[in-house]
């Protein structure tokens, strides 16, 4: 197994720009596709909590907080399948490193939204479920959480481990 100090070190692949964006293309469209689910299945419960009965009980808070809820997981949605349509209207045209840094901007920003309609959802299940003052706490922790795996970790690696190539 090669060493961190190696890995620094080392010279990176031998690729071409065209190659280079072809295969950060396809990891690309892979990682979107494991949030993409995700994303799916919350904004499809999401779209039903309203043709419940005890969506007639909830105050205004929690309706509000539920339309912010349904529009953030709209947008995440929205920024998700973008990165594919954004290949889509360019490709063809010479233009696949431009192509990635794009698309890539667009499924970060919809892990960020993703992030938001988390916490959203998540404040307002646990406002309806326990009624209780814990509820900011208990949803500032998991976001906490979320914050420390999705970019506390992954920028404290890029920062020990990196060589200043990008990948």
Same mark, same amino acid.
């Given at each position: 197994?090669?060493?961190?100090?190696?890995?620094?070190?080392?010279?990176?692949? =031998?690729?071409?720009?065209?190659? @280079? &964006?072809?295969? @950060?293309?396809?990891?690309?469209?892979?990682?979107?596709?494991?949030?993409?689910?995700?994303?799916?299945? *919350?904004?499809?419960?999401?779209?039903? #909590?309203?043709? $419940?009965?005890?969506?007639?009980? *909830?105050?205004? /808070?929690?309706?509000?907080?539920? #339309?912010? $809820?349904?529009?953030?997981?709209?947008?995440? /949605? +929205?920024?998700?399948?973008?990165?594919?349509?954004? =290949?889509?209207?360019? &490709? +063809? =045209? @010479?233009?696949?490193?431009? /192509?990635? $840094? !794009?698309?890539?901007?667009?499924?970060?920003?919809?892990?960020?939204?993703?992030? *938001?309609?988390? /916490?959203?959802?998540?404040?307002?299940?646990?406002?309806?479920?326990?009624?209780?003052?814990?509820?900011? !706490?208990?949803?500032?922790?998991?976001? &906490?959480?979320?914050?420390?795996?999705?970019?506390?970790?992954?920028?404290?690696?890029?920062?020990?481990?990196?060589?200043?190539?990008?990948?």
């Amino acid at each position: 197994m090669e060493s961190p100090d190696a890995r620094r070190t080392s010279r990176g692949r =031998h690729e071409t720009p065209e190659e @280079r &964006a072809d295969r @950060r293309w396809v990891e690309l469209l892979q990682e979107v596709r494991v949030i993409q689910i995700g994303v799916q299945i *919350l904004f499809g419960f999401l779209l039903t #909590v309203v043709f $419940t009965p005890r969506f007639a009980t *909830l105050g205004a /808070t929690d309706r509000t907080i539920y #339309v912010v $809820t349904v529009l953030l997981g709209a947008a995440t /949605t +929205g920024a998700l399948i973008g990165t594919v349509t954004f =290949h889509r209207l360019v &490709a +063809g =045209h @010479r233009l696949k490193p431009e /192509t990635v $840094t !794009w698309a890539s901007r667009l499924a970060l920003t919809g892990i960020v939204l993703l992030l *938001l309609t988390v /916490t959203s959802a998540l404040l307002l299940i646990l406002r309806i479920a326990l009624d209780s003052r814990a509820v900011p !706490w208990l949803v500032a922790g998991v976001v &906490a959480w979320f914050m420390v795996c999705w970019f506390a970790l992954p920028a404290w690696v890029l920062h020990r481990y990196s060589s200043g190539d990008q990948g």
